[in-house]
C-alpha cells in the first residue's frame, strides 16, 4: 500500500487539506465556516406552540428563528407504525413547554427556519447509528442480496442488543475490526448526547457532525498515513484531545507544523488547486487531457500532443493513453468529479494495448475511496464509468458560472454581435420614430462598426432615414449593447 502525508492548512473562515503521495496531492478537501449547514446538528429544544391545524410544532432550539416539527417526523417509541395506519395527532404527543431531543433535518430557507425530527441519527465512518431503533439496515447500493444479508448476520453478532444501525456504502469491504471501531465511536458520541441533555439548558447545541479536521482522523487516516501535519496550534491542540478519545491510532501521527512557509507552499499544492480548476491537464509525455464538467456528465478527452518520443505511432498512442490512465484516476480524486463520466482515450488499433490501458484505469481507480464502477470500451471506443457523488467538485466549491457568457464558456464574436445591432436597430426603425439612433457597446463591437462594418452601417443609416451614432463603453461584456432612441 503507498504510503502518503495529510497536511491541513486551518484558518477561522477556511479548512483545507491535502493528501500528497510521492509529492503529488492526491486529494483535496476544503470546509467553509460560513457554508457549514445546520443538518445533523442535535439540540436540547424547547416545545414553544402546538398547531394541531397543521398537525406541527414550533420548536426552540436556540436558532434566530424556531424550527419547525412535523408530526411524521415524530419517533415513535412503539416502534414502526404499521402501514396505512393513522398517525397519532401531535396534540397528543407533544405539549407547549416540553423538552425534546431534536435533530435538524433540513436547513433554514429564506424566512423558514429548520425542519426537525425527534428520530437521532448519528453518522459514523462506515456506519448510521440509530440510537432509539433496534433493527440492523444495510444500504440497497451494497452487491446482492446475500451480501447485504451476510452483512447484516456479522454486525448482529458485533452489535448485541445495542440500538439499531445502517450500514454504509463503504462499509461493504469493511472488515470486523473496523466495524467494532466505528461502533464504539458511535457508542460513545451518543452517551456524550445523553449525558450533555441532562446538564444543559433547553436551546442548547448538544451535538455537531465533525468538522473538517477532526473528519480527517475519523475518515481520512489509516495505516497508509505517514503524518498528519496542522498548521495551528490551537486546532492542533484541540485535535489531540478528540483523537485520545475517539481515535488513538491516529493521534500519533499528528504534528504541529511549526515552519515559516505555509504548509500548502511546501508541496506546491496553492499551484496544485490553480491547475485542478483549469480545463487542459498537461500529461508529462507532452499528451493532455481536457476536462469539461456538465451538468448531465463530465468528458474527458485525451490527446498526443506534441510526444513523438516511441518508436512508431502505434507506441506513441500506448504510452500516452497509460499515462493518461494514471492520470486520469488522480484528477478525479483531486477534483471530485462524481456522476456519470466518459473517457475518450485515442484510438488503439490492437487489442492487447486496449486491455493494458483499461486495467491500469482500473487499478488507478481502485485507490479511490469513493465508489466507482468502470464499463470496457464501446464500440465508439469511450470508456463510460460512474464516481458517486460525496460532495461537491473542487470547481463548484470554489468557483461560480463567468458572468459573461453565463458559463457556456464562448462568447458571440464582434462581427455577431454587429450584425445583432443592425438588425435591432432595423426592428426598431419599423416601430418608432425617433431623431436618431445611438448604439452603446464594447470597444471591440464599436471599431468593428466603424471599420470593417462600416459601409453596413452607413447603408442602414441611409434606408431608415436616420443617422446611426457610437459609443464605447469599457464595462460592457463583449455580448452586451444598448441602443437609445434619441
Known sequence: MATHDILINWSPQETRVAIVENGAVQELHIERAL???????????????????????????????????????????????????????????????????????????GTKGARLSTQISIAGRMLVFLPQDTHIGVSQKIGSPEAREALRARMLALVGDGGGFILRTNAEDASDAELADDIAYLRKAWAAIREAATRQPAGTLLH?????????????????????????????????????????GAVRKLEHYKGERPIFDLFAIEEDIVRALARRVDLKSGGYLIIDQTE??????????????????????????????LAIGRQLRLRNLGGIIIVDFIDMTREEHRAAVLAEFRKQLARDRTKTTVSGFTQLGLVEMTRKRTRESLAHMLCEPCPTCEGRGQVKTARSVCYDILREILREARQFNPKEFRVIASPAVVEMLLDEESAHLAGLSEFIGKPVSLSAEGAMNPEQYDIVLM
Open 208 to 248: 455537531q457532525d465533525l468538522n473538517l479536521a477532526e473528519r480527517v482522523l475519523r475518515d481520512l487516516a489509516n495505516d497508509a498515513t505517514q503524518s498528519i501535519r496542522i498548521d495551528s496550534k490551537l486546532q492542533h491542540d484541540a485535535l489531540t484531545a478528540f483523537g485520545q478519545q475517539y481515535s488513538p
Open 35 to 109: 457554508e457549514r449547514g445546520l443538518v445533523g446538528n442535535v439540540y436540547l429544544g424547547k416545545v414553544a406552540r402546538v398547531l394541531p391545524g397543521m398537525q406541527s410544532a414550533f420548536v426552540d432550539v436556540g436558532l434566530e428563528r424556531a424550527a419547525f416539527l412535523h408530526v411524521a417526523d415524530l419517533h415513535s417509541a412503539n416502534g414502526a407504525r404499521a402501514e396505512g395506519a393513522p398517525l397519532v395527532p401531535i396534540e397528543r404527543q407533544v405539549f407547549e413547554g416540553q423538552t425534546l431531543l431534536v435533530q435538524v433535518i433540513k436547513d433554514p430557507i
Open 296 to 325: 448531465a456528465l463530465t468528458t474527458i478527452d485525451v490527446n498526443t500532443g506534441g510526444f513523438v518520443g516511441a518508436r512508431n505511432f502505434d507506441d506513441t498512442i500506448f504510452k500516452t493513453n497509460l499515462e493518461a490512465a
